[in-house]
């Protein structure tokens, strides 16, 4: 089972201001299996928000397995690889899903 709490609660310390400037972003992330659940990140006038549940209209919403994403923080898992064999999926903004990963270091 994994345990998502400790790797969103590091998010905000990993998140890369200066390199945010004025991006308006909000991602949902709809993990299933044991441990899984709802987390949306949002990065607005360079701060990072983070709130268990979902909050608003995300813009977009990445959906995969909680172990999976659990596997992909460790680096134990490709994001690019998990994408393209299906094990992550998107709905909405793409490029703010590759933005977001960029600044916290998933």
């Avoid at 972003?25 to 044991?34: A, M, W």
């Amino acid at each position: 089972m994994a345990n998502l709490d400790n790797i969103f609660a590091s998010m905000p310390s990993q998140f890369q201001v200066d390199k945010a400037g004025d991006l308006d972003i909000s991602i949902l992330f709809d993990l299933s299996g044991d441990g899984g659940g709802q987390w949306t990140a949002k990065i607005a006038d360079g701060k990072f928000d983070l709130n268990k549940g979902a909050i608003g209209t995300p813009t977009a919403t990445l959906s995969m397995d909680a172990d999976d994403f659990e596997a992909m923080s460790k680096g134990d898992l490709n994001p690019m690889m998990a994408f393209m064999s299906g094990k992550i999926k998107v709905d909405g903004d793409l490029n703010a899903v590759m933005k977001f990963q960029s600044l916290v270091g998933l």
